[in-house]
Antibody, heavy 125, light 112 residues
Framework: QVQLQESGPGLVKPSETLSLTCTVS????????WTWIRQPPGKGLEWIGY???????NYNPSLRSRVTISVDTSKNQFSLKLSSVTAADTAVYYC???????????????????WGQGTLVTVSS | DIVMTQSPDSLAVSLGERATINCKSS????????????LAWYQQKPGQPPKVLIY???TRESGVPDRFSGSGSGTDFTLTISSLQAEDVAVYYC?????????FGPGTKVDI
């Protein structure tokens, strides 16, 4: 059974870069698509982007200029970097696996399952 | 972007009673070529990550109790909990995966 675990600093200063890693166990990162989602405290869910081990990537346009998602197959991990952070980037960050199956006219990616437990990142000086 | 809305924002239901949550998408998430609605429902309990309950708008995830059901097509969807149990207290989100950016509804909080 695939399990995901986020790790990284819980506190980042404004204007700096947030860096998180998701470690995949019980399965290979070289299968499936992988994604990041965030949730500001007490608020809803925002999709950040996804990656496939071949390097295929798609980012939310609202964050595209600041986001980088990468994959390290040797460590069975994928990572998130978000630059120039502000207090608005304070959130619980989740990693998840993307189910792949029936394609719509624009995407073959389906729902997210499973999810990691999430990690809270606070942006503050 | 496809905008997802949910109603109500919150609801309180007695144990054993029915809870109904509505989700609406700003454009259809039904792909006519395969007749599938690209819509999932998630349950998020306090301090936990979301967990998928329903996908393809009406297919229950393995292990999800059959008191949870999803219905609807096109732009209008419903999640029904037929007989609310104490462990169902949570926030419920709908999500479209028809195209990117993938988007979620704002959530509906269900209480006893």
């Amino acid at each position: 059974q695939v399990q995901l675990q986020e790790s990284g600093p819980g506190l980042v200063k404004p204007s700096e870069t947030l860096s998180l890693t998701c470690t995949v166990s019980g399965g290979s990162v070289s299968s499936y698509y992988w994604t990041w989602i965030r949730q500001p405290p007490g608020k809803g869910l925002e999709w950040i982007g996804y990656i496939y081990y071949t390097g295929s990537i798609n980012y939310n346009p609202s964050l595209r200029s600041r986001v980088t998602i990468s994959v390290d197959t040797s460590k069975n991990q994928f990572s998130l970097k978000l630059s120039s952070v502000t207090a608005a980037d304070t959130a619980v960050y989740y990693c998840a696996r993307v189910q792949v199956g029936y394609c719509s006219s624009t995407s073959c990616l389906n729902w997210f399952d499973p999810w990691g437990q999430g990690t809270l990142v606070t942006v503050s000086s | 972007d496809i905008v997802m809305t949910q109603s109500p924002d919150s609801l309180a239901v007695s144990l054993g009673e029915r809870a109904t949550i509505n989700c609406k998408s700003s454009q259809s998430v039904l792909y006519s070529s395969n007749n599938k609605n690209y819509l999932a429902w998630y349950q998020q309990k306090p301090g936990q990550p979301p967990k998928v309950l329903i996908y393809w708008a009406s297919t229950r995830e393995s292990g999800v109790p059959d008191r949870f059901s999803g219905s609807g097509s096109g732009t209008d969807f419903t999640l029904t909990i037929s007989s609310l149990q104490a462990e169902d207290v949570a926030v419920y989100y709908c999500q479209q995966y028809y195209n990117t950016p993938f988007t979620f509804g704002p959530g509906t909080k269900v209480d006893i």
